[in-house]
Nanobody, 118 residues
Framework: QVQLVESGGGLVQAGGSLRLSCSAS????????MGWYRQAPGKERESVGV???????NYADSVKGRFTVSRDSSKDMLYLYMDNLKPEDTAVYYC????????????WGQGTQVTVSS
């Protein structure tokens, strides 16, 4: 089993920056791809950015050029660097891992709130 814990959320003004961190613990050897998702009030959860084991990334069009996903597998950490934040980026941000041991499962963190004021 593996657990994910996000940190780094908070309140920031539009145009500002934040860095989110996701720490993985437990049997992390089964982690493959990882990613960040977000869910705003009244909206469905959406993908923000994902990263493969090899380091390839893919981003939602709405955050391209502003957000960067990176991972440090040696430390079992995932990061989301957010620049030029906009009020529409306000959401709960979740860390996700594609976990493969005996079976394939998705693991989620508890989420961290990001609020961008105008």
């Amino acid at each position: 089993q593996v657990q994910l814990v996000e940190s780094g959320g908070g309140l920031v003004q539009a145009g500002g920056s934040l860095r989110l961190s996701c720490s993985a613990s437990g049997d992390t050897s089964g982690i493959r791809g990882m990613g960040w998702y977000r869910q705003a009030p009244g909206k469905e959860r959406e993908s923000v950015g994902v990263i493969t084991v090899g380091g390839s990334t893919n981003y939602a069009d709405s955050v391209k050029g502003r957000f960067t996903v990176s991972r440090d597998s040696s430390k079992d950490m995932l990061y989301l660097y957010m620049d030029n934040l906009k009020p529409e980026d306000t959401a709960v941000y979740y860390c996700n891992a594609d976990y493969r041991k005996q079976i394939r499962t998705e693991v989620w963190g508890q989420g961290t709130q990001v609020t961008v004021s105008s």
